[in-house]
């Protein structure tokens, strides 16, 4: 699960030109930075121009579908089970995201809070999937079974990207089932 993730601009060059790309599209809107809680507004990374040239471009989106009686937000989608759920199979066929981050939290049993980061280099990409409620895009983050680096505090982790392979992610459908399945990187952890 991942129920909060850090997006700290001062932490990262390439976050701070995400935010930056973002602040000139969208003129006015206030874009959450810092730790991120569901239903935040905030910067994504999705296919603008489809066609002959398309590219990844920044956008803002809330955190969080809606539930279906309207109370609470669905954060999280199993990558597992994502192509198996009405809610997030036509998503994952259409309109995959990465949700850029400095890291992202977990609790342990104890609750004790631990901020995980991606070894050498200052960002961490983790794969999404966005839809349209009304006239109101909304993501969620895609999860998978914990990595030895996670096991011990959590049985669930964020299905993280490489950099390299953000393009992959979002353009190339032909190889979103071999990712969701992937095991995600080793992580740095640290006691918050």
Known sequence: MCGRYNFTVEESEEVQEILEKVNAKFHGKEVKTGEIFPTNLVPILIEEGRGSSPEVSPIISNWGFPKFNQKGVIINARSETAFEKRTFRDSLLNRRCIIPST????????????????????????????????????????????????????????????????????????????????????????AV
Request: glycine share 6%; no cysteine.
């Open 103 to 190: 890291g992202f939290y977990e609790w342990d049993g104890s609750k004790q809070k631990f901020l995980f980061r991606q070894e050498g280099t200052n960002a961490l990409y983790m794969a999404g999937l966005y839809s349209y409620y009304g006239n109101e895009m909304r993501f969620v983050i895609l999860t998978t079974d914990a990595n030895d680096s996670m096991k011990g505090v959590h049985h669930r982790m964020p299905l993280v990207i490489p950099k390299n392979e953000i393009e992959t992610w979002i353009f190339d459908y032909n190889v979103t089932d071999t990712i969701l399945k992937r095991t995600p990187p080793q992580l740095i952890m640290e």
